[in-house]
């Protein structure tokens, strides 16, 4: 009888330690996938590359699936984007003049769609949230925004609207585009540039203007763009990065020049008015900027300082604070020069840099509660050479699961 007993007791433990073990193993999540645009090399002519990886919903580390990487369909890609449903990637190639569409595949694999070739260098592209309208902003010597339309498998169609970015009072002034914004709503697209005939540093100097702007744009029902009242505003000296907050009150741009992080209240007409007390500091050359699904935490990238910068958004106003970690310093550290920022969509619990010269991504775990930072399992990831953007999505069946306050 007693040996009975013990052979139950036998079984039962057997019976837990494979449950535990299965347990153990189905914590191994892959949570979000990470696109990551690279050059293949640093010669002349080096094809681009997009590396994806796999986060670890634990842990947040990077995984490399079986297919890790496939050519951009150009050279020295420079933006990604992706739509609203996590099914298609865009690629904006400067080398070749080349905006280049993905499908995503459930299992994060890229199959390359279509493209198109622009009149000149693209330097940044972005989607709007109704998955129909595609931005692109291009130009090395002079700025154009132009806007694709897009079809229901994400093709990219023929040109819905164009404009050139030009200073009034300055129109000789050369303009060169940095970033792209879409509202959440879709109803203003904003555009950052600097004026390169006022801000030259090391080069001549032709002109008297401001340096740095922010073009705004209403779309139309048509997609027709119409500049926004008192467009363009002032936007420091050299603006790099730029973000809007998923309630569509407020824009944030990054002073590279400066070393500001420069907020805006967006009105109802979409005219942007500067926020009380800003600018607001942030550490050496930044660039990347990203805020958090909920709308609560914003982090930028700073590239001489290889480091980040997070604050805290106070929800009435947009007002932008330091946080502080548990070293009482509001930097928390990356490998050399990350250029670009983003935080996972499906919890909103990893932020990732990608690192130009690191030739890596760095991972942080993100403190939902206080919105402090530590680094992840084994980070910095390597990458291939040179990376210049990444972007994020949900995996498979895990919707986005931040809630808005």
Not at 288 to 294: L, Y
């Amino acid at each position: 009888m007693k040996l009975r007993k013990l052979s139950q007791l036998a079984l039962v433990s057997m019976i837990g330690l494979i449950v535990a073990t299965l347990l153990t193993a189905c914590q191994l999540v892959t949570i979000d996938y990470v696109f990551v645009a690279c050059s293949a090399g640093t010669s002349p002519g080096s094809a681009g590359m997009i590396y994806t990886y796999n986060v670890d919903s634990q842990s947040g580390a990077l995984r490399q699936p079986p297919r890790p990487l496939v050519p951009s369909g150009g050279t020295n890609p420079v933006s990604l984007a992706v739509t609203t449903d996590y099914l298609n990637l865009y690629v904006a190639n400067q080398g070749n003049n080349s905006i280049v569409h993905f499908y995503i595949a459930v299992s994060g694999a890229l199959t390359k769609k279509d493209s198109i070739t622009t009149s000149t260098p693209p330097v940044a592209v972005a989607v709007n949230s109704n998955n129909n309208l595609l931005y692109v902003i291009s130009g090395t010597t002079s700025a154009t925004l132009t806007e694709y339309s897009l079809g229901k498998d994400g093709s990219i169609g023929s040109i819905v609207a164009q404009t050139s970015l030009v200073l009034p009072g300055f129109t000789s002034d050369t303009i060169l585009p940095a970033a792209i914004s879409v509202e959440p709503n879709n109803k203003f697209v904003y555009v950052s540039a600097y004026d390169e005939s006022a801000y030259n540093p090391g080069g001549p100097v032709s002109s008297t203007a401001n340096p740095g702007w922010v073009f705004g744009y209403a779309v139309g029902s048509n997609g027709s763009l119409t500049p926004t009242p008192n467009s363009p505003y002032q936007a420091g000296v050299r603006p790099s990065g730029m973000v809007p907050d998923p309630t569509n009150r407020f824009l944030y741009i990054t002073d590279y020049a400066s070393n500001d992080l420069i907020g805006y209240q967006i009105q109802t007409n979409g005219v942007l008015t500067f926020l009380v007390n800003g600018p607001f500091k942030t550490g050496n050359e930044p660039s990347g900027v990203t805020i958090d699904p909920r709308g609560i935490y914003l982090y930028v990238s700073n590239e001489l300082d290889s480091s980040v910068t997070g604050y805290i958004i106070a929800l009435p106003t947009g007002t932008p604070s330091a946080l502080v970690n548990s070293n009482a310093s509001a930097i928390y550290a990356t490998d050399t020069q990350p250029v670009a920022i983003t935080v996972d969509p499906a919890l909103g619990r990893f932020v990732f840099t990608a690192n130009h010269l690191g030739d890596s991504v760095s991972g942080f775990f993100l403190n939902p509660d206080s919105g402090v930072l530590t680094q992840s399992l084994q980070t910095p990831y390597p990458t291939g050479a040179l990376p210049t953007a990444l972007v994020s999505i949900p995996h498979g069946n895990h919707s986005i699961q931040a809630v808005f306050p």
